[in-house]
Each structure stands twice: as structure tokens, then as C-alpha cells.
């Protein structure tokens, strides 16, 4: 019997919420914000600023990628800074509320002056901080917001600093999946999701590749962003009973439904989660080490990779935060400051920002995520990495060209 229940209001949800940011960039006023000194580049120094959510429900990546942009500017200051500057950050916290992010970006602008900008997490704060980059001629380059709305608005100074937009991260994981051999390749599929324009597309574009591969959808939800308690919808996969899960997360809930089936007794042989896996030794604290063998979920980043200045980053990010284990959000924010970098390196000057958004479109850039391109909206052209958890170590088993471990077929919790 299939089981299918699903809200369709997130989209309307999200872009009513979007236009209300959009019509809030005439506010400019202060945010909380710390700052690591000066401001509108005075005394030498060039002053790049950025809104994170610190705090509220995205403060694990939004403190993530803090770390990420500090590393960065640890690293470029010991090499002289950029463009000669020394540079400084001011960093506020936009308590991951659409208003507020607004309200950041425009008291970067008008009263901090930064010279450049850094992007925030998460689509749902970028759509409306990017308005704001683009209504002040700044470049605008993003860790994290990789959902395809963000680029369908005409924008020039707006890019993306991961390898592919959220519709298109999961497709090496579903190419996977549906070329396994058939007593190995899960029937039956459910796909619970985080209302959030990240999560959606990034589910909607796995379960379109398995559902034209013949994988039946038994069970689909979309739930709200506040959900504390996941137990109806694992009871209701429990009775669907699916041999694959996708679940579209960003942490705090994806650990919450893991536990939440866990708890029940009840766990498919596939597991497949966005973002969340990612976390590093958060994740691993979160649901126990045994429990995390066989997750597989999509990742920008590996802290193997022989990419340029990973060996550096990874040293660093040691150094300052005390774990060899930089979480992805880091490395994403260390990467679009990279990108930025190049840009700026590449012009020789930040005076006409247009300019360094043209170079942008018309240079690829070498990142610890491994080479990046974009076409003329912004969105990037390349392919994610698809990880797993193998005996506690978070491995990138494809593609297989890039693997550090071979793929293995199944969850199995306790192991």
C-alpha cells in the first residue's frame, strides 16, 4: 500500500518570506555583530564583511562557516593580505531570521563600509542578502545556497562557491543507485523533507532519477522548519516500510529523525541524508559512532583531497578549532573566500566590482573543493561528491575517480 502525504506550501511559504526580505533593503539598520577590527578598509586594511547565523536554527553551519572565513583570513594575512591590505572581518549574526539578514547586509554596506562581501548559509538567508549585494554593486559569493531560485533573477554579482546547485547534488548518488545490480538496488523509497529551499530540490532531484529507474515512492513528506518530534513520521515509514530513505535535512533535524528511528527499532537497509553526515564530529557525537555506518549523503568537500591549499586549510583549521576534521560548512566558507580572493587578485583592484564579477564568469578558480566554473547567472558547472561512513571515518566514495573508499551497499546501525 503506498503512503503518500505531503505539503505543498513550501515554495509559496518561502517566496512570500523572500519578498518580504526584498522589501525590506531600504532598512539599514544595526545588527549584532563582532568585528575583528576597523572598518571601510581605514589605515591599510581591507575590510570584508558577512551576517551568520550564529544563532537560532542554523547556528551549527552558520558557526561553521565563521571558522571557515577566519582560517581564511589567518592564512591570507600571514602571506601579506590581500592586495597588500591587511584584512579584516566583520562578521555579525543574523539569528538565521530573514529580516534580520537584510537589516546585516545593509549596515555592512551603509554604516560598517566593507570594502567586499561574504555570503551567509543557507538558501533562505542568501535569496534576500544577495538582493542586497546586487542593489549596492558587490560581488556576492556564497558558501552555501545552492538552491536553483537563487539564479533565475537576472543577477551579475551574485556566484556560487560549491560544485553544483542543490536540483543537481544528489545526481551521483541516484545514477549510483539505480545502475545497482538487482538484488542489490532498493524497490521502494520514501523521501521526508525539511521545508526549506536547500533540502526540496536537492530530495526532488534524487527521487525524479529512482522513479524513472522504476524505484517506487511509498512515502513523502514535507515537514516544517520548528519540528521537534519526528516519531509519526518514522512510524509512518515504519509502515510503509521502505528499503531506501532520502531524507532532506540540515542538522539538528537530521539527527532528530536518525534517533527517532533508532529509537523505534525500525531502520531502512539505505540511508541517504543532505548536509547532516557532513558535520564532522558533530555528527558522529550526535547519534554514535556505530550508528553512522553506511550513511552515504552529498559533500563539496574532503579533507584528503589534494586540492590546492587543502594540506594549508586543513593545518590551520587544527590550529585554531583543535580537530584535523574541518566540517563541510568551513571548508564551503574557506573556498568562497578563495574565490573572492582570485577575483580580486585576478583584476588587481575591488574599485568596479562588475569587473570582478565578469573575471568570475570568464576564469575557473582553483579551491580546496577542487577546480570551480560558473555560467552567466552565477550558478556553478560541476559535479558533488557523494561520502559514506565507513568504520567511523567519513570517506568520498564517489565519483570514483576522486573516491577514497569504495562505495558499500547498506546501513547498518550498531555496527
Known amino acids: 500500500m503506498s503512503h503518500v502525504s505531503i505539503r505543498h506550501g513550501w515554495k509559496t511559504r518561502w517566496k512570500v518570506m523572500a519578498l518580504v526580505g526584498v522589501m525590506s533593503l531600504g532598512l539599514a539598520a544595526c545588527g549584532n555583530s563582532s568585528s575583528s577590527g576597523g572598518s571601510g578598509g581605514s589605515g591599510g586594511d581591507l575590510t570584508i564583511g558577512a551576517s551568520l ?95 536553483p531560485d537563487m539564479f533565475n533573477r537576472g543577477y551579475k554579482y551574485l556566484f556560487f562557491a560549491q560544485q553544483a546547485t542543490a536540483d543537481k547534488q544528489g545526481l551521483v548518488f541516484a545514477d549510483w543507485v539505480k545502475n545497482l545490480p538487482a538484488d542489490q538496488r532498493p524497490k521502494t523509497a520514501a523521501y521526508p523533507t525539511l521545508d526549506d529551499p536547500f533540502a526540496a530540490p536537492n530530495v526532488d532531484g534524487i527521487r525524479q532519477v529512482l522513479e ?59 540511508f541517504y541524508e543532505t548536509s547532516t553526515p557532513s558535520f564532522a564530529d558533530q555528527y558522529v557525537k550526535a547519534i554514535g559512532e556505530p550508528n553512522t555506518e553506511g550513511v552515504m549523503y552529498a559533500v563539496s568537500y574532503s579533507p584528503e583531497a589534494a586540492t590546492p591549499g587543502n594540506k594549508e586549510f586543513v593545518a590551520q583549521y587544527k590550529k585554531m578549532f583543535g580537530t584535523a576534521i574541518p566540517p563541510e560548512d568551513a571548508a564551503d566558507a574557506y573556498a568562497a573566500a578563495q574565490v573572492m580572493q582570485a577575483a580580486v587578485e585576478g583584476v588587481g583592484s575591488i574599485d568596479d566590482q562588475l569587473k570582478l564579477a565578469d573575471w568570475l564568469r570568464a576564469h575557473p578558480v582553483d579551491t580546496i573543493l577542487g577546480k570551480l566554473s560558473w555560467d552567466d547567472t552565477g550558478a556553478p558547472q560541476s559535479q558533488f561528491l557523494i561520502g559514506q561512513w565507513q568504520k567511523g571515518v567519513a570517506q568520498v566514495v564517489l565519483p570514483p575517480e576522486v573516491a577514497t573508499a569504495k562505495p558499500e551497499v547498506g546501513w547498518h546501525p550498531g555496527s
Request: glycine share 10%; proline share 4%; charged share 20%.
Open 53 to 147: 547565523p550564529l544563532t537560532g536554527d542554523f547556528s551549527e553551519p552558520g558557526s561553521a562557516a565563521k571558522q571557515g572565513y577566519q582560517v581564511w583570513q589567518t592564512l591570507i594575512n600571514a602571506n601579506g593580505g590581500l592586495l597588500g591590505k591587511k584584512v579584516k572581518l566583520v562578521i555579525k549574526d543574523d539569528a538565521s531570521n530573514q529580516n534580520t539578514i537584510v537589516t546585516d547586509y545593509n549596515a555592512l554596506v551603509s554604516q560598517d563600509k566593507v570594502d567586499l562581501l561574504l555570503g551567509t548559509f543557507s538558501s533562505l538567508l542568501n535569496l534576500p542578502a544577495s538582493s542586497v549585494a546586487e542593489k549596492n554593486r558587490m560581488l556576492y559569493v556564497e558558501p552555501a545556497g545552492g538552491s
Open 212 to 270: 524513472a529507474a522504476g524505484i517506487k515512492t511509498v512515502y513523502k513528506t514535507t515537514y516544517a522548519i520548528d519540528t521537534k518530534n519526528y516519531d509519526s513520521i518514522v512510524a509512518a515509514m515504519k509502515s510503509a516500510n521502505p528499503d531506501l530513505v532520502v531524507h532532506g535535512a540540515t542538522f539538528e533535524d537530521g539527527v532528530g529523525l536518525t534517533r527517532a528511528m533508532l529509537k523505534s527499532g525500525w531502520t531502512p537497509k539505505m
